[in-house]
Antibody, heavy 119, light 106 residues
Framework: QVQLRESGPGLVKPSETLSLTCTVS????????WSWIRQPPGKGLEWIGH???????TYNPSLKSRVTISADTSKKQFSLELSSVTAADTAVYYC?????????????WGQGALVTVSS | IQLTQSPSSLSASVGDRVTIPCRAS??????LNWYQQKPGNAPQVLIY???SLQSGVPSRFSGNGSGTDFTLTITSLQFEDSATYYC?????????FGQGTKLDIK
């Protein structure tokens, strides 16, 4: 059973960089896309980007200039950095696995990490 | 690709049958999934690739559609089906979600 867990600061100041880490347990990171998805309070879901080990990383064009997704497969972790944050970046941030070779859906999710952007 | 869910909320009674529509701005070639989200929890996949039932999901949930028009149907509604339902396309990046339909069980 794959499990994901987000970790990182819950409060970030405006103009600074938001950093989160997702730790994967219970399965291999190979053969799947690993993603970040966010949800502002009371609103819908927004796809941030994903990567495939040994493949490319793809970002949402709406965030591309500010986002970096990286991975440390030896630790079974991947990270999100979002620079120059504003209040509009306040959201619950989820890491998730896309079962690319099977259902194509996001079949495993972390519990979510609320990040508030405020001074 | 934009996904439109309308209505944004609906109300039904225990035992009812409800259908939640989702329309894509272009053909998603069958790469359409449905999720259920309850307050404070991450979304959970119900249906993948239009009509395949995720393991462990009750058979009262079903999906249908093709091209740009899709539906999620829930039969014999239960109180625990009270949630927000999202459609999502994984045909092309950026992957997108509908804005959600909140289902209230009376």
């Amino acid at each position: 059973q794959v499990q994901l867990r987000e970790s990182g600061p819950g409060l970030v100041k405006p103009s600074e960089t938001l950093s989160l880490t997702c730790t994967v347990s219970g399965g291999s990171m190979n053969g799947a896309y690993w993603s970040w998805i966010r949800q502002p309070p009371g609103k819908g879901l927004e796809w941030i980007g994903h990567f495939y080990i040994g493949g490319s990383t793809t970002y949402n064009p709406s965030l591309k200039s500010r986002v970096t997704i990286s991975a440390d497969t030896s630790k079974k972790q991947f990270s999100l950095e979002l620079s120059s944050v504003t209040a509009a970046d306040t959201a619950v941030y989820y890491c998730a696995r896309q079962d690319y070779h099977g259902s194509g859906s996001y079949d495993y999710w972390g519990q979510g990490a609320l990040v508030t952007v405020s001074s | 690709i934009q996904l439109t869910q309308s209505p944004s909320s609906l109300s039904a009674s225990v035992g009812d049958r409800v259908t939640i529509p989702c329309r894509a701005s272009q053909n998603v070639r069958g790469f359409l999934n449905w999720y259920q989200q309850k307050p404070g929890n991450a979304p959970q996949v119900l249906i993948y690739l239009v009509s395949s039932l995720q393991s462990g999901v009750p058979s009262r949930f079903s999906g249908n559609g093709s091209g740009t028009d899709f539906t999620l149907t829930i039969t014999s509604l239960q109180f625990e089906d009270s949630a927000t339902y999202y459609c999502q396309q994984s045909y092309t990046t950026p992957h997108t979600f509908g804005q959600g339909t909140k289902l209230d069980i009376k």
